[in-house]
Structures are given as structure tokens and as C-alpha cells.
């Protein structure tokens, strides 16, 4: 189900005559995309400059992405473009890039705010999958500002991971250390 | 009527909407054969997460409708028994409660045991997740998310399990993290009356009421731990003046000690210092002994982390004047001494460095300041203070830090902060300048024992007293950044 929303901002950035390429996700939603955001997926871009396909209007199927994460890769990946342009309009005038630069900041932070832990490591794996490197790398330093200030028990959780150390052990550690766990947020 | 009953039987015994259940017990108990079977070959044929997803889901709903189920039974069972207590049983005719009483309890004693063993096995399954089975991030994503984080939190995360804790402690993360780290975080390492204490530089003072007193692994009960420097997370320190040497790492606690330099113990004064060299990527520990009278030879030793190995300085070691036991101040890949060489004080103020790379001393050009009573009374104390080499110059009515902002250059020293006079008479060996903070505030320690922030313009803006002990003789703290770089290695 194609989402009209992300449609139509689409459009509204791109020309009228921006080619598309249709993208279907594993849970069967289709999306329009355009191609500057398309070839931001190093997967799509790589699949088609090496293997020297004309972009025409074909429907590539991903099978490890789901409709809401794809949109919301789609979301930002548009977003990043238009802020690439706009800094590079605003090139040379030291105020405007630093309204660009928090303009920028600003949309990030709620995009991320909205995610849960959960849909953060959903986006990781399929912005992984689909080679999306600046997305990659926002996402990669919002879990690190997530997760810094928190607990062990925590980051257990959020990377469900198994504690495999003895209580000894773990004590150990605590008590060499006792300093790094001062401050931590609580749980 | 079998506890495991084929589902036929099961089904007529189980009234209207519990066909659910009816599958269920088909999928969980064993099936019987050939139809069945393929349904399981197909299952099987399905990536183990599907099964895995299936499970959790029968699970849930299995679990729900015996509970349902079980209350039913118990609203009929009450309602039969006030029936026949009322003598109007209808026992035979709705709800086969006895004939299931024996079956259906049977049943559900197994169905329990199997949910049992089920939630053990998926104990771990996060139900919060909507693909009813945990998301593993590969590796590699979460190496990059964990070179993102302060060391703070680093070691913290040792704890998080033993994959981690090697990932962390492993040498070349160490490097990566410490070479990709866009901010440092600075901390003051100052040495108290109960110990050594770690602080933050950016946090008020009075705010962190009880810093950690950092475990001290190599510390002998009684004597000083004296702070001969840092450099990228490592600290030098000296048990006594010129022998057990210990480069540690107060944010892991990994410490090693250096092997003596077999200097003599009789002396008058002593030089220290600690520093690496990006040219050669190399740690160098340099220790000198001046000794009276002049005839007498001084020594000098330098230690190199690669050459692991004590050297013996043959030139530069001159009377050092009038000097302080010091520790030499690292900027620009020298270490830096004061030292005034005689009573002039127009000519007799000179700035030694010892270039870690050459192995060799040199002289840096002093601020061409003027003297008396409308210039300086006196200068004082060498420190580094965001990279630059500074001096502390006495004013008549203030003091004033200035800082060599292009080294080596004589014209660059320009004055950088400002100081107001404490009570005390005005004299800037009370003053050791720290660091400055991200804001530009400095961090000193006063009179060897009070801690105290200031801005730029002079403003005491905190002064926390009694902080550390006073024993003049011995260095008491060092701004130190956090790593977890190891202090037998070097970067590359």
C-alpha cells in the first residue's frame, strides 16, 4: 500500500519529470520512489550501474525490508537530500548554514524521538541491508546517544544479549570500576 | 477416556468454540501419523523463525483459552452445584462435567507441563516484539555504535557479557575508539587525603560531593602516589622520587610498572616527566637528578616504550638553578621546565624543553613582558593549558595566564586568562593551573589544596576548600582525558 503521504512530499521536492522506481516490501507494500532517493540504496545503485541496466520503471522486490521501515527510510533519506541541497545553496554565508545545520539537527532529533527501541534496531537492519550509509550512521550514533547513559541491565535488553558472566565476576568489575557506574540513569 | 485422547474424542468432549484448543492440542501433543506429518515436513521447510513466531503465538492462545476454559468449568461447576443443592441437577444434560472432570483434567495437567516446558525453552523470546523473536544486530553495527560511546560508559559495558568485554578491552578498538573520538572527555585526577580522586572537569565540584576514590591497584599503604603527568589517558606516577614508576590508566585500572632507572638516591632536586611523541609514536618517562654541588655530575635517564629501555642523557643537564622539584610540562611533543638561573630576574628566566623525539634540550623563548611596578612582579608555573605552553604572570593588582599560542614563536605569548588575588599574598607558586574546561573556565588548585574554577575575566566562579592534602613536595593533580588505551602499548 503505497504511502500517499510520502508520495506526495516526494513529488512535491522532486521535478515533474523525476523518474520513479517501484519498490515492494516483504509484507506487500508498494512504494513510488524517486530515483535520487532510490540510488541513495547503494543496493539498488550498485544493481543497476554494475550491471549496466537502463532505470526503467521496474519493480524491485526487497525481501528483508518492511512496509513502515521503508517508509520511514524513504522519509528521511528525502529529507537528507533536501538538506544536502540546501546546504550547498547556502554555501559561504555562515548564517544560513547554521540554520540548515539546526534545522537539520531539529528534524532528526523528533525522527528519532518517535522511534522505539524496538523500530530503531528494525531500521538498523534494513538501512544495513538496503547500504544506506549516512542513514546508517544517524541511526548508528542514536542508539549510542540512547544508550550511553544507561544501565548494564539495559543495554542487555535492548541488544538481547545473555549475561554470561558469574555474579563474582560481575562484581569484580563493579568494584574495580565503581566510578563508570555513578550517574547512570535509572531503569 | 485416554488423558492423551486422539482429537476426536477430544472433540466431543470439548463443547462449541474450543476448536482452538482442539488444534492446539493437534500441534503440541504427537500427532498422528501421515496427514499430520506433512504438515510438519512443511513446518519444517519454513525458516525455524516462522516456527519459532507459531509457537509463541499458539503459545499466548493456548494459554488464554485455558484459562477461559478452566473458568468456565468453574462457573458451571458452581452453578451445578447449587443446582443440585437445590435438587434441580441437570448433571447429564449440559455440560459433560464429570466425564470431562476426568479427561479434560488430565488434559490440561499435560497441556500445562508442555506450556511449562514451552516458556522455559522461550523464556527469552521478547513478546514486546512484533516478530515474536529477538532482533540480533550483526556485529559489525554493534562495534560502531560502541566506538561511539565515552569511555565512561565503555567500561562500564565490559559487564554487558563476555563477547563484549573482549570487543572492549581489545587493543585496537582501544586505538580506533581513542582516535575517532570526537570528544575527550577531560577529568582531574587530584590526589586527597583519602586517596586518589577522579573528577569531572565540565561538573561543579560541589556537585560531585563524593567523587570515587579511584582503587589505586599498585599503591603501597602509607606512601604518596606522586603525579609525575598524563598523556592520552595515561598517567605516570612515582611511588618515590626516582624509582617505581607506574604508567597507569585510571579509566580501566590496567597499570604497569617500569623497570628502575638506577639513579642514584642522593640528590637535591629531581626532574620528571611523561609525554608521547606522534612522530615517533612513542611514550617517553625522562628522570633527572640534580645534584650539589656543581662538581658532581647530574644524571639523566630517558625511557622509551618501544626501546623498553632506560637511556642515559649525556648533555643539557646544567644546573637547573633555582628550580623546584617538578614535572615537566608536554606541549608540542617537548617537555618544559622552568627554571630562573640566577637572582636577575630580567635574564636569568628560562623556559628548558626536552624534545621527546630528538632526545635532546633546547631552549624556549620566555614572554617579552615588561618587568616592575607597572609590568610584572614575577612569573611562575609552567602548565599546558588547551594545548598551549602558559606562564603565570604577576601583576601589581592581579595575575594574568599567558599562553605561547604558536610555539616557539616569542612574539605569540599573549595573555589568555585572568586571576584574581586570593587572600593570600600574591605569588604564583600558589596557583597550579589544571586545564580548561570546554567552556573556556580554568581549573586550578590553590595553595596546593583548594579546588577552584574561574572564567576568563577573573570571576572566581567555584572554590571548593580543603580538597586535597598539603604536602608541597609532592604533585598533587593532573588533568588526565578518559581511553582505554593500554599502557603497554603504543598507537599504531
Request: aromatic share 8%.
Amino acid at each position: 500500500m503505497a504511502d500517499d503521504g510520502v508520495n506526495t512530499k516526494v513529488e512535491a521536492v522532486s521535478k515533474a519529470t523525476t523518474e520513479t522506481i517501484e519498490l515492494r516490501t516483504e509484507d506487500g507494500g508498494v512504494f513510488d520512489v524517486d530515483k535520487p532517493v532510490a540510488m541513495e540504496f547503494l543496493i539498488l545503485k550498485s544493481f543497476y550501474e554494475d550491471e549496466g541496466r537502463v532505470f526503467d520503471k521496474t519493480s524491485i522486490r526487497l525481501p528483508n525490508v518492511k512496509q513502515l521501515e521503508l517508509s520511514k527510510v524513504i522519509e528521511y533519506c528525502t529529507r537528507a537530500l533536501e538538506f544536502g541541497a540546501k546546504s550547498a545553496a547556502a554555501a559561504g554565508d555562515k548564517d544560513a548554514e547554521r540554520m540548515v545545520r539546526q534545522e537539520r539537527e531539529g528534524f532528526e532529533a523528533e525522527f528519532v524521538d518517535e522511534l522505539s527501541n524496538e523500530m530503531l534496531k528494525e531500521l538498523i537492519l534494513a538501512v544495513n541491508f538496503l547500504d544506506i550509509k549516512e542513514m546508517l550512521d544517524f541511526l548508528i550514533r542514536s542508539v549510542a546517544n540512547r544508550i550511553r547513559n544507561r544501565s548494564v541491565a539495559y543495554v542487555r535488553q535492548f541488544f538481547d544479549i545473555e549475561n554470561d558472566f558469574t555474579p563474582q565476576e560481575e562484581d569484580q568489575i563493579h568494584q574495580e570500576n565503581a566510578w563508570a557506574f555513578e550517574g547512570v540513569d535509572a531503569d | 477416556m485416554k488423558p492423551h485422547g486422539r482429537h476426536r474424542a477430544s472433540a466431543s468432549l470439548i463443547p462449541d468454540g474450543d476448536d482452538i484448543l482442539d488444534n492446539n492440542v493437534e500441534v503440541i501433543l504427537e500427532r498422528p501419523p501421515d496427514k499430520k506429518a506433512e504438515k510438519d515436513k512443511e513446518r519444517k521447510r519454513k525458516s525455524r523463525d516462522d516456527v519459532d513466531a507459531e509457537f509463541t503465538y499458539a503459545l499466548a492462545h493456548m494459554t488464554t483459552d485455558i484459562n477461559t476454559f478452566m473458568m468456565e468449568r468453574r462457573k458451571f461447576n458452581n452453578k451445578q452445584e447449587r443446582l443440585h443443592h437445590r435438587g434441580e441437577c441437570n448433571l447429564c444434560t449440559h455440560f459433560p462435567v464429570t466425564i470431562l472432570a476426568i479427561g479434560a483434567k488430565a488434559l490440561l495437567g499435560h497441556l500445562k507441563l508442555v506450556i511449562r516446558a514451552l516458556s522455559t525453552k522461550y523464556k527469552r523470546l521478547s513478546i514486546q516484539s512484533h516478530r515474536g523473536f529477538p532482533l540480533h544486530l550483526p556485529e559489525n553495527v554493534v562495534v560502531e555504535i560502541l566506538l561511539r560511546l565515552p569511555v565512561k560508559s565503555l567500561v562500564r559495558f565490559r559487564c554487558v557479557s563476555k563477547r563484549w568485554c573482549s570487543l572492549i578491552t581489545d587493543p585496537r578498538f582501544a586505538n580506533s575508539q581513542f582516535r575517532g573520538a570526537s570528544e575527550r572527555s577531560q577529568r582531574l585526577l587530584i590526589s586527597s587525603r583519602s586517596g586518589i580522586r577522579s573528577l569531572d572537569c565540565e561538573a561543579r565540584f560541589e556537585d560531585s560531593s563524593t567523587p570515587s576514590v579511584l582503587v589505586v591497584p599498585f599503591q603501597k599503604r602509607g606512601r604518596y602516589v606522586s603525579i609525575i603527568g598524563s598523556c592520552n589517558g595515561l598517567v605516570c606516577v612515582a611511588l618515590y622520587s626516582h624509582r617505581d614508576f607506574y604508567i597507569w590508566n585510571p579509566s580501566t585500572g590496567n597499570y604497569r610498572k617500569l623497570p628502575d632507572p638506577g639513579i642514584s638516591l642522593r640528590g637535591r632536586k629531581y626532574w620528571h616527566g611523561f609525554g608521547y611523541d606522534p612522530s615517533t609514536d612513542d611514550y617517553k618517562l625522562l628522570v633527572a637528578n640534580f645534584r650539589m654541588p656543581p662538581s658532581r655530575e647530574s644524571e639523566g635517564k630517558v625511557f622509551s616504550f618501544k626501546r623498553n629501555s632506560w637511556k642515559r642523557i649525556l648533555r643539557g643537564l646544567e644546573d637547573p638553578g633555582y628550580t623546584e622539584d617538578s614535572a615537566g610540562i608536554l606541549c608540542n611533543g617537548s617537555l618544559h621546565w622552568y627554571l630562573q638561573l640566577c637572582c636577575d630576574p630580567l635574564s636569568g628566566q628560562k623556559i628548558r624543553g626536552f624534545d621527546l623525539a630528538e632526545e635532546k634540550f633546547h631552549e624556549v623563548p620566555m614572554p617579552s613582558v615588561e618587568y616592575g611596578p607597572r609590568g610584572y612582579v614575577c612569573i611562575e608555573t609552567l602548565s599546558n593549558l588547551g594545548e598551549r605552553l602558559c606562564l603565570i604572570v604577576c601583576m601589581s593588582t592581579h595575575m594574568e595566564i599567558w599562553g605561547m599560542m604558536e610555539y616557539g614563536v616569542i612574539e605569540s605569548w599573549a595573555p589568555m586568562h585572568r586571576v584574581g588575588y586570593f587572600r593570600v599574598e600574591p605569588s604564583g607558586k600558589d596557583l597550579n593551573p589544571l586545564c580548561l574546561s570546554r567552556g573556556g573556565e580554568l581549573v586550578a588548585m590553590k595553595h596546593g589544596i583548594d579546588l577552584m574554577r574561574s572564567n576568563p575575566d577573573g570571576e572566581i566562579l567555584e572554590c571548593v576548600e580543603d580538597f586535597s592534602d598539603c604536602d608541597s613536595r609532592v604533585c598533587h593533580a593532573t588533568m588526565f582525558v578518559e581511553s582505554l588505551l593500554s599502557p603497554y602499548l603504543c598507537l599504531t
